[in-house]
C-alpha cells in the first residue's frame, strides 16, 4: 500500500511539471485529455516532449539546456509571499534581493546585480515587459496580487538566444491561468498586520460549449500601508550630531524623521492593481493586461550627510525631505495565432504592443514622468524533418516610441538625465524619439542517440543606436541511464544600453553604443536518486561580464551615467536537494558565487566591488554563500504546514568597500561619518516564515502566515541591505498575514 501511494505521489509530481512546463507534446505518447496523464507510468511521462521557456524546439524535461526553477500555484499559496521580490527569493537558488534608496528594489543571480535592473528579463506569457528607457524589470514584481498566476519559469543563466537583449543573467517568465487550468469563480482576500495591507481578488474561467478554448478573466486591487519606522527600522551607521536635523534621536522625532515612510507603503498611495482577461478559440489566444504599483522608499545617507540636505556640509541647516518614490503603470495587449502546417512543421505568429509608465520622485523633485509605447511582431517557424532533427526559425521586430507624455503625471513631463550639463541641477523635458530593432533567432536540437543531444542555436538583434548584436548557445546533454543527466553548455548574452543613454550618445557624438556581453560555460549534473529524492548541482566555472553600470564622475561627484566600466569575472556553484513523498515536500539549496577579477577601465569607477582599488575581492552588494530551505507538510486532509528559511551569510565586500570609499572613493565625503568599527550591516541576514494552511471545504481554504519571525528576537536578524550604501540597512518586519480563499 505505502508503495502505491509513493508512486502515485511522484507521478503527481512529474505531471505537474509537465503541465507547468506549457502542455505541447510531441508524436511520441501524445494523451488526448489531460486526465489521461494521470493513467501514464512515470516513465511515459519523462518521455513527454514539452515546449519550455529555455528553448525554441519542444525537449523532454531531463533534456532542457539550462539550470531552471518552477514555482508552482499550490508553492505560491504555501508560501504567503507578499510580492514576486519575496516569492522568487523564497524559491530561487542562489537568487539576491536587496534594497536600493533611489529607486526600485533589485533582484540578482550570480553575482550579476546592478544599480537597476537591466541584467534580467521579466515576461508574461512569454511577453518581454521590460521598460527600455531607463530602468529595466520593474512591474508586477512588486504586487501583492498574485492568483492570477498558474506557475513561474525561471531560466537561471543567459537567455538572450531565446529573448534577446537584456536576458543576461536570467529569464523570469510568469504564466497565467487560461480557460484550461481554471474554470469556475474564486475569491481571494488577503490582509496583513504590523506590515499592513489589504486585497482582493477574483478570478473566472469558462470553456466553450464545443471544447474548444474559452474566457479567463481577473482583477485584484490592494491598499498596501506597509510597516512603520518602529516595527521596520531604518538604521544608518552613525549618531546624529546635537543640533543637527535628528537632535541625536535619529528614530524618536527631528526634522527628518516624521517624512520616513512605511516599508513597503505605495507610490503616492495610490492601490495597487492588476487587471487580466484571456480568449482562447482555436489557434487563437488574445489577452489583455493591466497593472499599476510602485513604492516608497528612504532617502539615501547622503541626502543627510551632505550639504544642503543634510548635516554635514551645514550642520544644523537640514530641511525636511519628503520620502523616494516610484511608480508605473503598464497596459499590454496580446494577439498570437498556432498553426500546424503538417504533422512535422508548424507556425507560431505573434503582435503586441504595450504601453509603460514611469514615475519618480526624489530629493523633493519629480526626476522621471514619461511613458513609452512598444509595437512588437513575431514568427516563428518550427520544422521537424525526422526523428533526429528538430529546427525553429523566426524573426521579431520591435519598433519604440519614447519620451511621450506620462498618462498618470502628465504636469511632470519630464527627464533628469544626460540631456544638459546641468542634469542634476535643472529638470529637463525629455525630447521624443524613436527607435527600431530587427532580430534574427533560431535553434538545432539534434538527438545524436538515446544517450546524447546537442542544442545549437543563436540570435541576431540590429537596433538602430546598436550595431549588431550576437547571442549564440551550444549545448550537449548525455544521459546515460534513466537516473542521471549530465549538461555542458556554453554560452554569450548581451544588452544593448537604456534607450536614453543611447540617445544622449548618438546625440553627442552620432556614435552607436556598445553592447554589454557576458560569456558563460556552464556544467549541471541532475539525478533522479529514487521515486522521492532528487538531486542537482551546477557549476559555472567562467562568468565574464562587460559590464554597464553606474559610473560616477571622479571630476564632478554631481555628474554621471550608465555606460561600461570594465569586465567582472565570477564563477560558482549551486547544489539543490528534493524530497517529496504523498504528506511532505522538502528542498534545499545553497548557492556559492566568487568575484576572481575586475578589470576596471581607465577613468571609471565602480560601486560593484573594491577589488580593482586594492580592498578585497569579493562583491560590494552581494553574500558569497545563500542558503534557502523550504518545506511542506501535510498533517491530514485539512491542515498543511509550510516553512521557509533563507540565510544571506555575510557581506564582507560591502566592508572593503567602505573601507576604501574612507576618504578616497568617488563619494568620500558620505563615507566619514560612518561609526568607527561599524559592522552591523556586514552581518547575515536570516528571514523565517511560517504558514498554517486549513481547508474546511473542498470550496474553502483559509491561510494564516508568521514573515521574518527571527526578528521578533533580533530586528537586525530581518536586514536587507542597500545597493550602493555605506553600511545601512531596512530591516523587514515581523509581521502576519490571512488569506480566505473560496471557490464556487
Known sequence: MAGRLVTFSCRIIVVVVLLCSGQVFSEGVVPEKEEELFEMSIEQLMEIEVASTATLTEAKPRLVPAAMTTITEAQIQGSGARSLF??????????????????????????????RDDKYLMLVNGRVMNERTHYGAMSERDLVLLKDIHHIDIVRGPGSSLYGPGAVSMVINIITHNAETFQGTEITGRLGAIEEFYSGEVKHGHKFKDGDGGVFAYFGVADYWGANGHDAPQIFPFDFPDGGSQAGEPYLGGGLYPLINNDGEAHRDLPPLKIYVEVTKGNWDIWMRYTRGGQQGVWDIQDLATDPWGWAGAPGSAISLYPNSYGYQQATGYVGYKKELDEKTSLDLAFSYDMFDFEHYTENRIRDAYREDEYYGKILLRWQPNEQHKIALGGEYSHQDLGLRSPGWPEAYARSSLWSPQSWIVINPMPRWSTNMYSILGEHQWTISDKWTTFLGGRLDDHTYCDWMFSPRAALVYTPNKKDTYKVMWSRSVRANFEEEMKGQADSDGGCSNPEKLGSIEFRYERQHSKNLDFAASVFVHYSLELISWNQSLVDPNMGNSTGVGVQKDYGVELEASYHTEKTRLMISHGYTKLYDFELEPGKSTYVTAKPYGYGDDFANWS?????????????????????????????????????????????????????????????????????????????????????????????????????????????????????????
Open 624 to 744: 558569497n554563500h545563500i542558503t534557502k530551505v523550504t518545506a511542506q507538510h501535510k498533517l491530514n486532509d485539512r491542515w498543511t504546514l509550510d516553512a521557509s528559511l533563507r540565510i544571506y551569510w555575510g557581506f564582507p565586500g560591502m566592508k572593503d568597500w567602505n573601507e576604501y570609499a574612507e576618504g578616497r572613493g568617488p563619494r568620500w565625503w558620505e563615507s566619514e561619518v560612518i561609526e568607527e568599527g561599524w559592522a552591523r550591516a556586514y552581518r547575515g541576514n536570516y528571514y523565517l516564515n511560517l504558514g498554517l494552511q486549513y481547508k474546511p471545504s473542498d470550496n474553502l481554504t483559509v491561510g494564516i502566515t508568521g514573515y521574518n519571525l527571527l526578528g521578533i528576537f533580533n530586528s537586525d536578524l530581518n536586514k536587507r541591505n542597500y545597493l550602493r550604501s555605506y553600511g545601512d540597512y531596512r530591516s523587514h518586519a515581523s509581521a502576519i498575514g490571512v488569506s480566505v480563499t473560496y471557490r464556487f
Open 86 to 115: 519575496e516569492l522568487l527569493d523564497i524559491y530561487v537558488p542562489n537568487l539576491q534581493w536587496i534594497r536600493h534608496h533611489w529607486e526600485a528594489d533589485h533582484m540578482g543571480l550570480r553575482g550579476i546585480l546592478n544599480d
